[in-house]
Structure formats: C-alpha cells, structure tokens
C-alpha cells in the first residue's frame, strides 16, 4: 500500500514536499517513482528513485526544480517540488517500479493534489 | 523520447461488444509495454506488462498483444465495470518512461 501526502494550494514560484509512506512489501528492494497527472488529462511520469537512492531520474519538464529522494528506513519516498508553475497543477501519485530493468507501476497510492495558483 | 500514440480518443461500445485499443510507439519497444485502467476518482490499476502478460487479479475478457511498435488491448465481451480510461506505457528506453494519451470507453 502506498499512501501520499503534502500537497496543497501554492502560490506560483513557491515550494512543496510531497511524501508517500510504503507498507506490505520490502521498501528497500523496489524503485519508486512519482507520476502526476492534470485536470482531465493523462498521466505523466515526473521522476523516480532506485533502490539505495544512488540514481535519480526526472523527465524533462521537471529538471532542476523538482528533487526525488527516499528514506528506507521511514518507508517512505520524497518528491520536493520548487519553482513551482501553474503547469505543475496536477493530482501527484507515488508507484513502485516493478524493478531495476522493467519500469512498470504497481502498486499506485491514491494521489495527492497540487495547485499552483495566485 | 519515445512518444506512444493511443488511438481512439474515445470508443463508444455496448456491454458484451468486444472493443479494441491501440497502442503505437514512435520506435520500436519489443514487448516493453504496460496497460493500465482508471476509472473516475480512481488511481489506475496495472492490467497488463511486458505487452501480453495480465497483471494478477485481471479478468481473461483481457488481453494484449503486439510487439515492436504496434500493441493491442482487446476487451473480448464488455461488462460494465470496464467503462474507463485505458493508457499504455513503454519502459524500453528511458528516461524518460512515457504514457499513452488514453482511450476512454464509454458507453454508446
């Protein structure tokens, strides 16, 4: 079970930190990814983290503003989103990669909302 | 970057039809092609991976097909649970992972 928190109303060019508490598997042993998707669109992965945190990968849209990191020993995986725009307004879902070499979702959390408005 | 093409936007269909999504890759992806449902409100649900393969738990009224770049989900006899978006994703080559635009089925 994946469970994400932390999102918000923000105002454009401020910050968040997103978390997404793991249970019922073995944290550790699986890449994590976020994958958000806007308002009646479809889904977009942002960025995911391996197994002991020593590669981080992030889709373009989202490099040098966004930062993924975990924490093995909470559970738990991090998405810190700065300079935020009204284009990152989206429903943000952790997923866990299936493994090192096939990069599929399963589980999803349920999603935590971000807007980015004034 | 590897751009997937789902076609169509939306497939209106009866229950009982059997409705079939495509799925096209701008290169080519061998069988690394993941299906997904959502439904409203709802976080999606992994059907199928490695093109073909149904996710545990996933009726067999569901399959997959294809390689390369061109992939099918087929719904053999629709029930009405199934009304939903569906979205491919390819994990050949990334970064980054890439999505699918959605075929949303809905009832005619």
């Known amino acids: 079970q994946l469970m994400e928190s932390g999102g918000g109303l923000v105002q454009p060019g401020g910050s968040l930190r997103l978390s997404c508490a793991a249970s019922?598997?073995?944290?550790?042993?699986?890449?994590m990814s976020w994958v958000r998707q806007a308002p009646g669109k479809g889904l977009e992965w942002v960025a995911n983290v391996r197994q002991d945190g020593s590669e981080k990968y992030y889709a373009d849209s989202v490099k040098g503003r966004f930062t993924i990191s975990r924490d093995n020993a909470k559970n738990s995986v991090y998405l810190q989103l700065n300079s935020l725009r009204a284009e990152d307004t989206a429903l943000y879902y952790c997923a866990r990669d299936y493994s090192s070499s096939r990069h599929w979702f399963d589980p999803w959390g349920q999603g935590t909302q971000v807007t980015v408005s004034s | 970057e590897i751009v997937m093409t789902q076609s169509p936007a939306t497939l209106s269909v009866s229950p009982g039809d059997r409705a079939t999504l495509s799925c096209r890759a701008s290169q080519t992806i061998s069988n690394s092609l993941a299906w997904y449902q959502q439904k409203p409100g709802q976080a999606p649900r992994l059907l199928m991976y490695d093109a073909s393969t149904r996710a545990t738990g996933v009726p067999a009224r569901f399959s997959g097909s294809g390689s390369g770049t061109e992939f099918t989900l087929t719904i053999s006899s629709l029930q009405s649970e199934d009304f939903a978006a569906y979205f491919c994703?390819?994990?050949?080559?990334?970064?980054?992972?890439?999505f699918g635009g959605g075929t949303k089925v809905q009832l005619k």
């Open positions: 994703q390819q994990y050949s080559i990334w970064p980054p992972l890439t």
């Open positions: 019922g598997f073995t944290f550790s042993h699986y890449w």
